[in-house]
């Protein structure tokens, strides 16, 4: 069994700094992309953040600047540092990961994490 376990989370004032971790762990072969992706209440789940296994990342236009991905391969762990938090990047953070256990290829998702800005 794969699992991706998230951390990080809770609340935060505006322009706040919060960091978000994610560990995989289970029967893994390797693992290829990996990423963080938001939903917001009534709104679509959007991509927020993602990098390869090489380290090309690749960002949403709305956190440009703000948010930096990063990822340890040992570790098996991708993490998200936010900084200047608005409120409108309220949301649960979900990580992701394209996995290969050795017979299968998928994307894999954490249970979620909630972030809320707020003063």
């Known amino acids: 069994q794969v699992q991706l376990v998230e951390s990080g989370g809770g609340l935060v004032q505006p322009g706040g700094s919060l960091r978000l971790s994610c560990a995989a762990s289970?029967?893994?072969?390797?693992?290829?992309?990996m990423g963080w992706y938001r939903q917001a209440a009534g709104k679509k789940r959007e991509l927020v953040a993602a990098?390869?296994?090489?380290?090309?990342?690749n960002y949403a236009d709305s956190v440009k600047g703000r948010f930096t991905i990063s990822r340890d391969n040992a570790k098996k762990t991708v993490y998200l540092q936010m900084n200047s938090l608005k409120p409108e990047d309220t949301a649960v953070y979900y990580c992701n990961a394209d996995i290969h256990t050795g017979w299968t290829r998928r994307d894999y998702w954490g249970q979620g994490t909630q972030i809320t800005v707020s003063s």
């Open positions: 990098i390869t296994s090489g380290g090309s990342t």
């Open positions: 289970g029967m893994i072969f390797s693992i290829n992309a």
